[in-house]
């Protein structure tokens, strides 16, 4: 079973947007089932790049949107995301010390983290496009 349902609660109801959120959840629950399996330390040089690969990707699709749109909260929502994406190359670099369980904190940050971030802060772009009658 996924780990991370994707239900309407995800949705930021701008759907490019949407159907990227969706692939990264579905990102993270590879990385869950992987973990489940016990092959996390796979998973961390091969799920875990693809994910930030396409977090980048994506990132760069959402600002490009904020930016068109003159976004008030463009340069917070971009510092969370400078934040997301270092965060996870720290977790490579613990990794790579030594850290045995850090497939488990990798996951339990994207969880946290991430979920935190689409259904909060994401989720502030598709009002403000409305009220200014964008969409
Ligand atoms: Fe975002
Ligand atoms: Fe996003």
């Known amino acids: 079973m996924a780990f991370i349902a994707w239900t309407e609660e995800w949705e930021i109801k701008i759907p490019q947007l949407d159907a990227h959120h969706k692939q990264l959840v579905s990102f993270i629950n590879s990385f869950h089932d992987a973990i489940e399996k016990g092959k996390g330390d796979i998973a961390v040089y091969t799920i875990l790049p693809e994910l930030l690969n396409y977090t980048m990707y994506h990132f760069v699709a959402e600002e490009e949107i904020m930016e068109k749109y003159s976004y008030p909260q463009y340069k917070a929502h971009k510092e969370e995301h400078k934040f ?52």
């Open 84 to 135: 997301l994406v270092n965060k996870t190359i720290n977790f490579y670099e613990k990794y790579n010390a030594g850290d045995i369980n850090i497939t488990a904190a990798v996951f339990d940050f994207m969880n946290e983290w991430f979920t935190k971030h689409i259904k909060g802060t994401d989720k502030l772009i598709y009002p403000f496009l409305k009220s200014k009658g964008y969409v």
